[in-house]
């Protein structure tokens, strides 16, 4: 492969996608140079410098920690193109026209150094194109690098080389962009729309049609082209709406236009009700309205009224999802592979529209391999990464049974590539399979299962699945992932920490030990690695004034925070999603936390009335007595700092963020780009810690300030409430936070031990569960799902 070190990218363009892209390239540590027209008015480099300050106010936020922003210089093409001559990639992301493109690459090719690679993110325009009249140099070095948007938060990564790109270039970008970039790289073929878009944009066009056809409303579209099948919750109209209909409607032309021969392309219309949209300027979200409205009215809950376009009369009504029985089906399984069977038996005409779309899909992806890829996994992770599916085409339709897929899908006229005939014909009875704890896809050039890449780098918990459990209950399991190293996955409702994650964690630590294990990885391959506890078993103890048991299970939660602390073995926990109240508090008691930069980290108990008490305020006290000097100014600010991260349950919003609130340590903990290598990286840190592990000692030599630091943080708590961020229950809360932190009413600054803070942590818990305001704050949380403020 070709070893580059890239230190400095030019981004050309800096609109939504160009700053997206010059976000995220500073975020993974880059420095950048983001060029754009020169202003008519005003300073010259005026639209490139809105560009960046815009993103700086933007949500969802393009960049992980806004002091990143520092990293990009911006400039103009006239005045600034010279600069890229520094450059290692430059990367052109203009507007979509072919001649100002081409335009744009005769000015690089006057200023860039030979060697230097520089990639389009054109998303439609044939990569072949874009080279025609260049050097042989730039051709060598020059291919597509296709994100999407928003950058930082849509995984995929599209690499499309044409015949003249060196194959070490596209090797390079396949690898940086997973590594370097956190992206799941997928190679593609220089065909319209690539990959992703070709197949998204086709299943989005046929449920279009279906709806249209079965005379469905499009929010009962929506309900059953979301979550309920393993597919984000905008649905299928609601992300039209966001991906906004002239882009919709230009890439179905285009499609139309460039694929003649695309046997399903080829005979769609853009439908009469898209037409209507488009020629009225409704071009959704950034319109103000597309397929929904969102009016100025309220409803009884006192919710902006929604209105939704009827496809038949193209008018607008209130929105109403009607009741069908496969919506109430779906809701009641879990397991998406069950659900997916489910929608094979239903017999309504909400089940029709999704049998009938995902045959028509299954047909599709069949025959567009290899015509846009040679082999079916990529066209999966395109799907996955691109379009936020739960699972690929391929994956779809060995859940649904592909031999009987086949004969539904030819049942109603779909026609099916004969690979798949052929393969079924060998005795080859699903596209994946796993083997001896490896994921194998069928690769139809050769006709047989084939692993698939990345196997060392990726752990995927489902591949060992087949292999018997070292341990397991039933909300958890304990893997064995090879080289002496356990993972302990989470398996409960949104992974809340319940009775037997608490009691897997010990048992596993036990075993670790004992059986001679090298250590523990705590993580998952779920969404959130953790929602924290579960506080509906908190709130029947309290509810029940049932104070002996709640004392027990807070010390229980407690204990396995330092079980993690101070096992004999490494314990190294790998998040991801949602790492919440008690996985906050087993992240900071862990010797290392292997973070996806997508980590959204924070002790968020006080939301529901309480305070951390797994251990999470005991260990702020514990790293302000390591970071404050024993005199000195800096011990009241540094100790309120810390104090407003508890008492308004700041929430890091990435990984990066999570360093600033104290969460992690820089010493411990360091974060991967890449979801995927969360666990792989985990494993990495348990071997190297492994050798020569020495089991930590409890402390006792906690320094914490007593009343000093009292006084301090209650007129800080007092500040909170005058500023009107705090109710009179959020600042009673808030001094018992104090409390734990300052050591409590001591006389005067002393050294105590962890355990002598765990017991107040617990008391101050225990006083809260006994408050009405949090017991009302516990119930409106399990019937709402979100905090009350009272």
């Known amino acids: 492969m070709l070893h580059r070190h890239i230190r400095k990218v030019a981004v050309l363009g800096s609109g939504l996608m160009g700053t997206g892209i010059a976000a995220q390239l500073a975020g993974c540590g880059l420095e950048v140079l983001m060029l754009d027209l020169p202003s008519a008015e005003g300073p010259r480099n005026k639209i490139a410098a809105d560009s960046l300050a815009n993103a700086l106010k933007a949500k969802p936020a393009p960049f992980y920690d ?76 020059f291919c597509g690098t296709h994100f999407f948007n928003p950058v930082r938060y849509m995984r995929l990564l599209e690499v499309i080389p044409t015949p003249e790109t060196s194959p070490e270039v596209t090797e390079f970008f396949m690898h940086y962009g997973d590594v370097i970039l956190g992206k799941q790289t997928v190679l593609c073929k220089d065909t319209p729309a690539f990959i992703a878009n070709r197949v998204g944009v086709y299943a989005m066009a046929k449920i279009f049609m279906l709806t249209h056809e079965l005379g469905l409303g499009i929010d009962t579209a929506d309900a059953l082209t979301g979550p309920a099948i393993g597919r984000p919750k905008t649905g299928t109209f609601r992300l039209a709406d966001l991906v906004g209909m002239d882009t919709a409607v230009h890439v179905i032309k285009g499609m139309k236009d460039n694929c003649p021969n695309d046997e399903q392309i080829s005979k769609m219309e853009v439908p009469s009700f898209l037409n209507f949209l488009v020629e009225n300027k409704f071009f959704g979200n950034k319109s103000g309205q597309g397929f929904y409205k969102k009016t100025a009215e309220k409803d009884a809950k006192g919710r902006p009224v929604v209105l939704a376009l009827n496809l038949q009369t193209h008018e607008y009504a209130v929105s109403q999802k009607e009741k069908l029985p496969i919506i109430d089906t779906l809701k009641q399984i879990d397991d998406l592979p069950r659900r997916i069977k489910a929608v094979f038996k239903g017999d309504d005409k909400g089940a029709e529209l999704l049998k009938r779309s995902f045959l028509g899909l299954f047909a599709y992806v069949s025959n567009r391999v290899p015509e846009i890829s040679n082999t079916l996994y990529a066209v999966d992770d395109a799907l996955r990464a691109g379009f936020a599916w739960e699972v690929g085409p391929f994956q779809y339709w060995d859940m649904a ?75 958890c399991t304990l893997h064995d992932i090879g080289e002496g190293v356990l993972c302990l996955e989470f398996h409960s409702k949104m992974n809340a920490i319940g009775e037997g994650i608490l009691r897997g964690i010990n048992d596993s630590i036990n075993l670790a030990e004992e059986q001679g294990w090298k250590g523990l990885v705590i993580g998952n391959n779920a969404t959130n690695f953790t929602a924290g ?34 096992s004999a073995v490494p314990v190294v926990i790998a998040t991801q999603g949602y790492v919440f109240g008690g996985g906050c508090e087993f992240s900071m008691h862990a010797d290392a936390v292997v973070s996806a930069a997508e980590s959204y980290v924070g002790l968020v108990e006080v939301g529901v009335g309480l305070l951390p008490g797994g251990g999470g305020t ?64 985990a494993k990495k840190k348990v071997l190297e810690l492994a050798d020569g592990y020495v089991q930590p000692i409890p402390r006792k030599d906690v320094y ?77 949380m399990l019937e709402n799902g979100k905090p009350l403020r009272n």
């Open 66 to 141: 806004n002091q990143y922003a520092s990293r990009i210089t911006v400039g103009n093409f006239e005045d600034d193109m010279a600069k890229i001559k520094n450059c290692d990639w430059i990367i052109e992301v203009v507007v979509e026209r072919l001649d100002i493109k081409k335009q744009v690459y005769e000015k690089v090719e006057l200023h860039r150094a030979k060697g230097t690679l520089v990639t389009s993110n054109t998303s439609g325009i044939p990569i072949h194109l874009l080279n025609e009249g260049r050097s042989d140099d730039f051709k060598k070095h």
């Open 401 to 475: 049974g592909v031999e009987e897929a086949i004969k539904m899908a030819e049942s109603q006229g779909e026609s099916i590539a004969s690979w798949v005939k052929e393969m079924l014909a060998a005795g080859h009875n699903t596209f994946y399979k796993t083997e001896n704890g490896i994921r194998k896809y069928y690769d139809q050039a050769s006709k047989s299962y084939q692993a698939l890449p990345g196997g060392d780098s990726f752990i995927v918990l489902d591949s060992y699945r087949s292999n018997k459990a070292v341990y397991s209950n039933a909300e």
């Open 533 to 566: 506890a579960n506080i509906m078993m908190i709130a029947m103890m309290a509810y029940q004034q049932e104070w002996d048991e709640l004392n027990m299970a807070v010390n229980i939660f407690q204990q396995t925070s330092m079980r993690i602390r101070y």
């Open 618 to 681: 005991k260990e702020f006290a514990v790293r302000l007595s390591d970071e404050i000097s024993k005199e000195g100014d800096v011990q009241i600010p540094r100790l309120i700092d810390r104090f407003k991260t508890i008492a308004t349950a700041q929430v890091a919003t990435s990984a990066d963020e999570a360093f600033k609130f104290g969460y992690f340590q820089a010493q411990k903990d360091h974060i991967v780009r890449n979801v995927a290598r969360n666990i792989s990286e």
């Open 704 to 780: 914490v300030l007593g009343r000093t630091g009292l006084g301090a943080l209650y007129v800080a708590a007092h500040s909170l409430k005058l500023g009107k961020y705090a109710s009179e229950h959020d600042i009673k809360i808030a001094q018992k936070v104090a409390w734990v932190l300052c050591g409590g009413d001591l006389t005067s600054p002393q050294m105590v031990s962890e355990q002598y803070l765990l017991d107040i942590e617990r008391e101050m818990f225990l006083s809260l569960c006994g408050e009405p305001k949090t017991l009302e704050r516990i119930q409106f």
